[in-house]
Structures are given as C-alpha cells and as structure tokens.
C-alpha cells in the first residue's frame, strides 16, 4: 500500500500540519460505498460546479 492509498482526513488534518489518517468506518463523514470522505465530495462538487459555471459563462 502506498502513501496515496491512505487515506487522509481533512477535518482532524487542518491546522496541524500533518497528514491525519482517516478512521473510515469510525467516521460518522466516511461513505463506506463509495470508499470517500463526505468532505472531500463537497469540494470536489463544488469545484465541478464552479468549473461549470466558468465555461457557461465564458
């Protein structure tokens, strides 16, 4: 397993500077179906979204 496939969590990782290790199952923010965190599918929609909306606009 490399350092890519661990996954990391995004809420205990801000401001430490650290890489926090994700607790998965343990996590009431894991979605165990899709194997993710919820937050990082938040920003990455919201990034999809902006994309979106950038070439729409131009």
Known sequence: ??????????????????DMVCTQAECAWYIPSVKKC????????ALLDVNQKQRNKG
Do not use: E
């Open 38 to 45: 919820s937050m990082y599918l938040m920003g990455y929609n």
């Open 1 to 18: 397993m490399s350092d890519n496939d661990i996954p990391k969590c995004p809420l205990l990782s801000v401001g430490t500077g650290i």
